[in-house]
């Protein structure tokens, strides 16, 4: 079945480690995105990649870092920078050369501090 | 600034009943909206959308209408189910080609 798959689903940081969280589609999908979310809120955006081997900023980059070297994945380092990581990280996907195509997600990493 | 909100938090139904879930958005330029339900420990799911040249759009069990004029969608879903228990966002483009913006979700609960 075509979707967007996120592993691990639950993940647990050290304090001072990077961690990096996954995402693979095969929707063929050029556009690929990582939210955070966090309780009473809505999703913000973390990065987004158009195409291959590029990326840009979202909202709240700083203490994240992504790659994007193959269009089927797009992976999300939370680096030892971000100092609040505690959130559920949601990837998304989409088309595209239209606006008006909606994104698809992923089922989530949890990440909690120990 | 511009943002997208909720009116209501939580909406609590019966079985059977129909159910409105209302969004405000602040931003003139938005031209596509979108209604994600999300249950707990999932990511959010599609489920219908609208561009701003329509004023309504149907899905199965689902309608959503976009009053422009008071920059206002809501999502209606018909004869609701346990099943329809979560929580339900809007998003609205922002008149961007890659950017959503979300609302922080309304609650639904239906009572059997």
């Known amino acids: 079945d075509g979707g967007i798959t996120q592993s691990p689903k639950y993940l647990f940081r050290k304090e001072g480690q990077n961690v990096t969280l996954s995402c693979e589609q095969n929707l063929n999908h050029d556009a690929m995105y990582w939210y955070r979310q966090d309780p009473g809120q809505g999703l913000r955006l973390i990065y987004y990649s158009q195409i291959v081997n590029d990326f840009q900023k979202g909202d709240i980059a700083e203490g994240y870092s992504v790659s994007r070297e193959k269009k089927e994945s797009f992976p999300l380092t939370v680096t030892s920078a971000q100092k609040n990581p505690t959130a559920f990280y949601l990837c998304?996907?989409?088309?595209?050369?239209?606006?008006?195509?909606?994104?698809?997600f992923g089922d989530g990493t949890r990440l909690s501090i120990l | 600034g511009e943002s997208v909100g909720l009116h209501l938090p939580t909406l609590s139904v019966q079985e059977g009943d129909n159910s409105i879930i209302n969004c405000a958005y602040s931003?003139?330029?938005?031209?596509?909206f979108i209604w994600y339900k999300q249950e707990s420990g999932k990511g959010p799911q599609f489920i219908i959308d609208?561009?701003?040249?329509?004023d309504k759009r149907q899905g199965q069990r689902v309608t959503v209408l976009l009053n422009k004029t008071v920059k206002h969608l809501s999502l209606q879903i018909a004869a609701t189910q346990p099943g329809d228990s979560a929580v339900y966002f809007c998003?609205?483009?922002?008149?961007?080609?890659?950017?959503?913006?979300f609302g922080k979700g309304t609650l639904l609960t239906v009572n059997p």
């Open positions: 998003a609205e483009n922002g008149g961007s080609n890659y950017k959503l913006t």
């Open positions: 998304a996907s989409r088309r595209w050369g239209d606006s008006n195509q909606p994104q698809h």
């Open positions: 931003n003139s330029a938005s031209d596509y």
């Open positions: 609208i561009r701003s040249n329509m």
